[in-house]
């Protein structure tokens, strides 16, 4: 199952031949055209039900729900009414109740998966609509993230670290909840990788780095900092990982096994679409994993203060880093400062996102329950280059009462940063996967 990338859809179409005479023409044929102009207007990747992720529904008609319900296969739905652009003039007639019927026929089909419970998402208007394409295509991001999440494999390397109870949350509760199989590694398990890291492997990984980052220096630092990369790479393909919380302050890695800490392979990974957090924080993981699934950016970062002057928190980390969060923008690569104490001081990604809409994603532990979060916003262009790793300036929509709010929903001080609007299409994600949702 893929982590990234587009969505994979099976369109389904509602269709009953009761009315066909009430209809001058091939009514068929001309519900095969209307799909076939949703379809180029979409960018998902349309595949059979086999191979769908979700499904939307074209409602464009009155039909049987049971007949649809019948045909569609257990995945997500998103229910589309959809319209073509044409006028409704006083002649209206039986013909145009007919082929203009989304309004008689998505109700037939939504009382009944309210019946049932069944979760869905619901859009209504024009198929040329750009407004109305948008919530569709968010809603089919959410629906393909929960079917992404449920089964993801995300590694938890060693233990949170101590007294970090607000980063913790139980492998059991996690599977049972919302299907995520937590896979168990010891921090021995990165050394052992580290070591097995040839020489070749280091030289092709310098050759990627050097097109990627700006950097003019070559020594220890940078070698050890690409084999932990490798390292990463091979334990995510090893255990087929989605993602991954790792603890890197132990013996075996940042004190004397790796020798630095493996930040940059951190962020070399979730670029890759496999996103890694810090700490151990499980529950920032799989927020990751969800702004990634999204469609978004994978950035794991602290807001680490707030200018009163300009409305901005300041939106940085201890080293790790997710290139689309600048698109386009090619990083400088520096020793991170954070463990300049560090008898071999790893590197980092340092570069700034630059102005737009952003969302911060967080997944709250609620006793029992989780609770994914958005907070939908601005990153406002502004660069704290001295943070020396992957930086911006955010504003919450709602300022300081957005950010308290994020803290009464039960947001931890790690979250995931991503560019675009994403809270609509967390909220699709939430409900599918049987998560509750907060917007802050």
């Keep these: 199952m893929p982590r990234t990338g587009r969505p994979r859809v099976a369109l389904h179409q509602p269709y009953w031949d009761f009315w066909e005479a009430s209809v001058p023409f091939d009514l068929r044929a001309d519900r095969d055209r209307l799909a076939a102009e949703v379809r180029a207007q979409l960018d998902v990747e349309w595949v059979e039900p086999k191979l769908a992720e979700c499904v939307l529904v074209l409602e464009t008609m009155a039909s049987p729900p049971a007949w649809t319900l019948a045909e569609l296969p257990d995945l997500p739905l998103v229910v589309w009414a959809a319209h073509r652009r044409v006028p409704v003039p006083q002649s209206f007639d039986h013909a ?50 929960a079917t992404r999440l449920r089964g993801a494999r995300i590694a938890r390397i060693g233990r949170p670290q101590p007294g970090y109870a607000c980063v913790d949350t139980p492998g059991e509760l996690l ?49 050890r900092s690409l084999r932990a990369a490798a390292a990463i790479e091979d334990l995510v393909a090893t255990h087929e990982l989605a993602a991954g919380a790792i603890n890197c302050h132990v013996p075996e890695i940042r004190f004397g096994g790796v020798g630095v800490t493996p930040c940059f392979g951190l962020g070399r990974s979730s670029s890759a679409g496999v996103p890694w957090s810090c700490t151990g924080d499980m529950l920032t993981a799989v927020a990751l994993f969800i702004g990634k699934a999204l469609g978004g950016a994978a950035q794991y970062h602290e807001l680490e ?78 660069t704290f280059p001295s943070t020396g790793t992957a930086n911006a300036g955010f504003r919450f929509d709602r300022g300081l009462e957005g950010w308290k709010t994020w803290c009464r929903l039960g947001a931890n001080h790690h979250s995931c940063a991503s560019p675009g609007a994403l809270a609509g299409s967390a909220a699709a994600c939430a409900r599918y996967a049987g998560m509750r949702y907060g917007v802050a």
């Design 96 to 145: 145009a109740i007919t082929t203009q019927g989304a309004t008689v026929g998505t109700p037939m089909l939504t009382s009944v998966l309210v019946r049932e419970q069944r979760p869905f998402e619901l859009a209504v208007g024009r198929i040329d609509d750009p407004e109305t394409l948008a919530q569709v295509l968010g809603a089919l991001r959410g629906a393909a993230a």
């Design 175 to 223: 599977a049972a909840k919302l299907g995520v199989e937590v896979v168990e590694l010891a921090a021995a398990e990165v050394k052992a990788a580290f070591d097995r890291v040839t020489d070749a492997r280091t030289r092709e990984l310098l050759d990627e780095t050097r097109q990627l980052y700006s950097f003019d220096f070559e020594d220890e630092v940078l070698t």
């Design 305 to 382: 203060t707030y200018d009163y002057d300009t409305g901005e928190f300041v939106l940085a980390s201890s080293g790790e880093h997710d290139l689309d969060l600048a698109p386009g923008v090619r990083p400088a690569l520096v020793k991170n400062a954070w463990f300049e104490q560090d008898d071999c001081t790893g590197v980092c990604a340092c570069f700034s996102a630059p102005a737009g809409p952003a969302t911060l994603l967080s997944l709250a532990d609620i006793g029992g329950d989780y609770r994914l979060i958005a907070a939908e916003g601005a990153f406002s262009g502004r």
